[in-house]
């Protein structure tokens, strides 16, 4: 058993998501409320979430084989293996079983732990977290709140510098990636032009703004 010292880093690893280090891990899963860095974008109400439920026959007819052992099975892909371990292009993150936006780019960072790495989900309980006692460690699993897939494990306490010391530690396999021109596109959509505030009509001050202004504020301004 000369060899034993080398096994236990391969065993941590066969097993996926290990925190960076343990001895720092609280002795119960904490599973505390996240805070998200504020963003003006993110102030209106969340939608409910419906949750989505299908069979495994149905899961298999719309996901690889891959995607169903990870998100279906609570598999775990191989580190450093994964599309989006080292990917850092502005935009988000969705489940790729159901669609739902889970995760931003500008909570994604480089943990040099093998897997993608976010300091926190995307606003408005767009992830469960469930304590994991699998494989004789303490953990807390993360799943879609949507569709129970499963994405990963967060690990907290690290000391890695990040806002909430917390590391949404992601299977690159749950996940699929929607740039920012793409997300710009679909908000562009939802908020409709009647929102226009007629302010920027009367900006010019010219005799056209005027115009516009005594027609459509009607009797506020003073001659
Ligand atoms: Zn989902």
């Known amino acids: 058993m000369k060899n034993y ?9 066969a097993a996926g998501c290990e925190a960076i280090d343990t001895s720092t891990l609280p002795a119960t899963p904490a599973v505390k409320e996240t805070t998200m860095p504020s963003d003006p974008s993110d102030a209106k109400p969340e939608p409910e979430i419906e949750p989505i439920e299908k069979s495994d026959e149905e899961w298999k007819k719309h996901l690889t084989e891959e995607e169903f052992y990870i998100l279906r099975q609570k598999g775990t892909e191989r580190a450093f293996t994964g599309e989006y371990d080292k990917h850092f292009e502005p935009g988000a993150y969705a489940c790729a079983g159901c669609g739902l936006i889970l995760f931003e780019s500008e909570t994604k960072f480089n943990s040099r732990c093998g897997w993608p790495a976010f300091y926190a989900a995307k606003a408005g309980n767009r992830v469960v977290q469930t304590p994991d006692y699998s494989l004789g ?21 690290e000391g890695l510098g990040t806002p909430t010391d917390q590391r949404y530690c992601i299977n690159s396999v749950s996940l699929d990636f929607i740039p920012a021109e793409e ?12 929102a226009q505030p007629a302010a920027d009509a009367t900006a010019g001050k010219g005799p056209e703004a005027k115009k516009v202004e005594q027609e459509s504020t009607e009797g506020t301004e003073e001659e």
Do not use: Q, S, Y
């Open 183 to 194: 997300l710009k596109k679909g908000m562009a959509e939802e908020a409709k032009p009647a």
């Open 5 to 13: 010292h080398m096994l236990i880093p391969l065993l941590l690893l």
């Open 137 to 157: 460690m303490v953990r807390v699993e993360v799943t879609c709140a949507r569709c129970d897939g499963h994405l990963g494990h967060v690990f907290e306490g």
